[in-house]
């Protein structure tokens, strides 16, 4: 069972644990790849949050399938051979922070939704478009940025 960047987006994370560990047979193994809250995407997720509207009750936040701690409390001990390891990716197709923003805003459904949310207030927007960017700028050296991520793999227990 994989998912790479998709199950941190489940908005409960317990019963999507549970529903992976169902649908992997008996020794199969699980590998996960989510981005982690300390890393680029999990900043700005954290960037994004006072603009967007409150969760529903229970719903947990995306990046947090990034926290070692998190992952080991859901799978428990229904696995094995947990492995972890923080890896980066290296990304170099923005050559301005404004480049990312305007390619997020347009192209990543987190961030189109909360500038949905902001769209009738053009202060909010104008706000969300300098933290964005500041962010970027912050993470950007000679052009490039490095996201980091979680990667899990780990045996389901019999």
Request: proline share 9%.
């Amino acid at each position: 069972m994989m998912s790479c960047v998709g199950v941190m987006f489940a908005p409960h994370h317990r019963p999507a644990a549970e529903e992976m560990l169902r649908v992997c047979r008996t020794g199969g193994t699980i590998g996960l790849a989510n981005w982690t809250p300390e890393g680029f995407v999990g900043r700005m997720f954290a960037a994004m949050k006072p603009f967007a509207p409150p969760p529903p009750p229970g719903v947990q936040p995306p990046p947090l399938w990034g926290d070692e701690e998190h992952v080991h409390e859901l799978l428990g001990d229904a696995v094995t051979d947990v492995d972890t390891r923080r890896e980066t990716v290296r990304v170099d197709r923005f050559g301005e922070p404004s480049g990312f923003r305007e390619f997020f805003k347009a192209c990543y459904g987190p961030t189109i939704a909360v500038y949905r949310a902001v769209a009738g207030d053009p202060d909010r927007v104008a706000a969300l478009d300098a933290a964005l960017d500041a962010l970027a700028a912050e993470h950007t050296v000679d052009g490039v940025m490095e996201w980091e991520y979680l990667l899990l793999t780990a045996h389901r227990r019999g």
